[in-house]
């Protein structure tokens, strides 16, 4: 009779939570859809969409390319010091993203580094890098967590019979090693590109919130609850839901074609 | 090293390498070109990351890696032109098996790469799985499409990693005449390391025992199967009686005294020694024969089909291969009082 009420009560929980999140986000949804065509022929929010995108596409891109060579070396674990390496590396997966933004803006606006990048005109403080920037650091962790999984997973020996029939080690990584993660590498700039678009706190930090310049949908959103135009918070937030909502549908189905090749294998 | 290195050779000087708080350790060997060479030991021996230090994939500590007059100590295993065959095949997941078969070839010569396919194609009996993916194959057909990825380079040698450990009795049973025909028809240099001295005996031309990192002993596979050179090696190989006894010698003639036996043997060693004797190599008679038989007492019979494993106490307990046919009528089970023999030749002196 216990294992019933366990099973019956872990159920309850599972449904009313899940009764929960789609009870607050259609809430945002059903008031705000509606207008989103009337928002989306404002130009500020217009400029804030392009500039989501723009960012988020390009800071994903860099993330890509640092994550790829940083998961190979930690997975292969050939590194001198991989450990502590990958431990530094996780920071700013735990750190609130306000408080990487704090880092970000002291270490470009106040340190000769910083000064020294900005003179050869690589401005970071309240500028449009900045916001890549900011998206980067605080992405970039993640990214390097789930490449390196999946690299974990395939086999070196697979890599090392490539370089027997003639391949360099690059060669054997992209003939054969790639090929093999590409689910989790596309599942993995899913899930960067999604969290990139909503990323506020470090980017609020170190790019600021100029109207026109440095306002992308979140900041939007923020500078609507500023100023109490309610209409186009609930559209912005619709927007940023909607984004989420496909971002995460995407990631659900890179991730079942790689289980699908699982139980093949 | 003096003398002649011959073209097509492998030569391993002093090769030693570390990983992690496992050391292969000092290795010194050499391989006469078209050889067909077994890595024995048992697992963890260092026999796959020799195999791999060959190919070149772990640089040394120390030591040197020849292939006939050429150094390839430092070259990339790319350059190498060293075929591998891993256990368990490491054939390409994502690519279908004539995919993995040509995965090497340049693109231009497009021709005779298709001549060259065809041709181990039909070596290997292959045509039926060009398009499957090697999820969907056997493990012998894995086998053989590795062996095909392999070979269709033209290797200069060629690795074999435990090619057959992983396939059932049958498969197995007809893979190893397969690789040998391979290897007559190819006559590339090959280095095939396993744990199982059966596979051994039936294909090396010679054989090198590996344990702990060390390279043991290197001989024919008669030689290290008779002449263990140490206790280690002839447990490894199934010598399984490792014993201790004396030397004595009388009228200029020396005896092994073990237990209530004495043999007569042929050695520059005296006084305490330690020595094998194979299983198979004891006779074990119901009565007496002639007098130089010693008596002893069975202690316990394993049955394995036509060849009984028996114990007998001999004032030294002996483990003894018996074919039970030749008994007749007479009973072989413990508690039974036999006569056993040992050859001269069977004393295998440490």
């Known amino acids: 009779m216990g294992g019933r009420f366990f099973r019956l009560g872990n159920a309850l929980i599972t449904y009313a939570l899940a009764l929960f999140i789609v009870a607050t986000v259609g809430a945002v949804l059903v008031r705000g859809v509606p207008g989103i065509p009337a928002a989306l022929k404002s130009p500020e929010l217009l400029f804030a969409l392009r500039l989501s995108l723009f960012t988020s596409l390009v800071s994903t891109v860099l ?44 270490f470009f606006g106040t340190t000769r580094w910083g000064r020294a990048l900005a003179n050869l005109g690589l401005e970071f403080v309240f500028t449009v890098p900045g916001i890549i920037l900011a ?16 690299l974990e997973t395939t086999d070196q020996r697979l890599e090392n019979v490539a370089r027997t029939l003639g391949c360099t080690p690059a060669q054997a990584f992209l003939r054969v090693t790639l090929p093999l993660i590409r689910n989790s590498v596309l599942a993995g700039l899913i899930l960067t590109w999604g969290k990139a678009l909503g990323e506020f706190g470090a980017v ?26 309610l209409e186009a918070l609930l559209a912005t937030a619709s927007l940023l839901i909607l984004i989420a909502l496909f971002s995460l549908a995407m990631f659900e189905r890179a991730r079942i074609k790689l289980d699908e090749r699982g139980t093949i294998l | 090293m003096s003398g002649e290195i011959p073209a097509g050779s492998l030569r391993l000087a002093g090769v030693t390498k570390r990983i992690g708080r496992f050391v292969l350790g000092n290795i010194s060997l050499e391989i006469a070109p078209g050889e067909y060479f077994i890595l024995l030991g048992p697992s963890g021996a ?54 993995n078969i040509v995965f090497g070839l340049k693109k231009v010569a497009h021709n005779q790469a298709e001549q060259e396919l065809t041709r181990l194609v039909d070596l290997l009996g292959l045509g039926h799985f060009l398009s499957r993916r090697p999820q969907t194959l056997s493990g012998g057909e894995k086998q053989r499409v590795a062996l095909a990825r392999a070979l269709i380079m033209k290797p200069r040698l060629l690795l074999l990693d435990e090619p057959l450990a992983a396939l059932d009795p049958q498969t197995k049973e007809a893979l190893q005449p397969e690789l040998k025909r391979l290897h007559t028809l190819t006559g590339t ?78 050695t520059d060693k005296s006084g305490e020694v330690q020595f094998s004797i194979r299983p198979e190599q004891i006779r074990v008679y119901p009565t007496t024969p002639s007098e130089n038989h010693c008596r002893g007492k069975v202690l316990a019979v394993h049955p394995k089909g036509l060849i009984s494993r028996v114990i007998i106490d001999l004032g030294v307990t002996l483990v003894a291969m018996v074919e039970t ?26």
């Open chain 1, 63 to 106: 993330a890509f390319f640092v994550a790829l060579p940083a998961a190979y070396s930690l997975a292969r674990g050939n590194l001198p010091g991989g450990k502590i390496v990958a431990d530094l590396l996780r920071i700013p997966l735990n750190l609130p993203p306000i408080a990487s933004g704090v880092a970000l803006l002291l």
């Open chain 1, 135 to 150: 998206q980067f650091f605080v992405n970039v962790p993640a990214l390097i967590t789930v490449l390196k999984g999946a």
């Open chain 1, 204 to 229: 609020l930090m170190l790019a600021g919130a100029t109207r026109f310049k440095t306002e992308t949908l979140p900041v939007s959103l923020y500078l609507s609850l500023a100023t109490g135009d």
């Open chain 2, 46 to 99: 260092g026999k796959t990351t020799l195999l791999e230090i060959i190919a070149g994939l772990h640089p040394l500590d120390a030591g040197e890696v020849w292939f006939g007059a050429e150094k390839v100590t430092h070259l990339p295993p790319e350059k190498r032109r060293f075929g591998i065959v891993y256990q368990d095949y490491a054939l390409f997941p994502h690519l279908n098996v004539r995919e």
């Open chain 2, 189 to 266: 240099l090959t280095v095939h390391v396993t744990h199982d001295f059966e596979e051994a005996f039936l294909l090396g031309d010679r054989v090198g025992v590996m344990e702990g990192g060390q390279l043991r002993q290197v001989g024919s596979p008669a030689e290290v199967f008779n002449r263990p050179v140490s206790p280690s090696v002839a447990r490894f190989v199934g010598a399984e009686n490792i014993l201790q006894g004396r030397i004595a010698e009388e009228k200029g003639e020396k005896y092994l005294h073990l237990g209530a036996a004495s043999v007569e043997v042929e």
């Open chain 2, 325 to 350: 046919r030749t008994w007749g009528q007479a009973t072989l089970a413990p508690g039974a009082t036999v006569y056993c023999s040992i050859p001269r030749e069977a004393i295998n002196i440490f």
